[in-house]
């Protein structure tokens, strides 16, 4: 059975994510289980709970697509990015058939939670720098798709997603 993913011009994918509290309930750790299920079905190499219908402050990623050593990012932050960036085309599994122009620091630091609450600190380079990058835009409700010529810009597809907006609150009353 094909897993669904929230897709856009879906408004839910510009929603801010919450901070995951600690310990983990049960629930969240078969999330975490689902949403690698999910990318891997998917044939992606990053995923944010955001993407798969959840406001939480995390995400997976297997950037080898071995798709049996996924990592697990719980209340990321990055806390130091190079000053050398790289722009390039980027993909998203929530908006398929689109592409950003995106330009990221092809060197980061993350700290971030583990499923055990442990805190870590991590430096990432090219490949997986750029992806944890994208999967920290989605828990901050931006896409991909929303830059051009490598910057971020909420309005290129502000129309389109207000149409969707109107349309969604009217149909919930």
Do not use: W
């Not at 310990?23 to 990318?39: C, E, G, Q, Y």
């Not at 583990?114 to 999967?135: M, P, S, V």
């Amino acid at each position: 059975m094909q897993i669904e993913l929230v897709k856009y011009p879906d408004v839910f994918l510009r929603s801010a994510s919450n901070n995951v509290p600690f310990p983990l309930d049960d629930k969240t750790s078969r999330l975490i289980k689902f949403m690698a299920k999910a990318m891997y079905q998917h044939n992606g190499i990053g995923l944010a709970a955001i993407q798969v219908g959840y406001q939480l402050r995390m995400f997976v990623m297997d950037c080898s697509r071995s798709q049996e050593s996924y990592k697990v990012f719980i209340n990321p932050e990055i806390i130091e990015k190079s000053i050398e960036t790289l722009r390039d085309n980027e993909g998203c599994l929530s908006a398929p058939g689109k592409t950003g122009d995106v330009r990221r620091h092809i060197r980061i630091i993350l700290k971030y939670q583990d499923e055990n609450g442990k805190e870590e600190k991590k430096t990432f380079y090219n490949l997986e720098a750029r992806c944890i990058q994208h999967e920290m835009d989605h828990l901050e409700g931006k896409l991909c798709i929303d830059y051009e010529k490598g910057n971020y810009s909420r309005d290129k597809h502000k129309s389109q997603t207000m149409v969707e907006s109107d349309f969604r609150a009217k149909s919930d009353t």
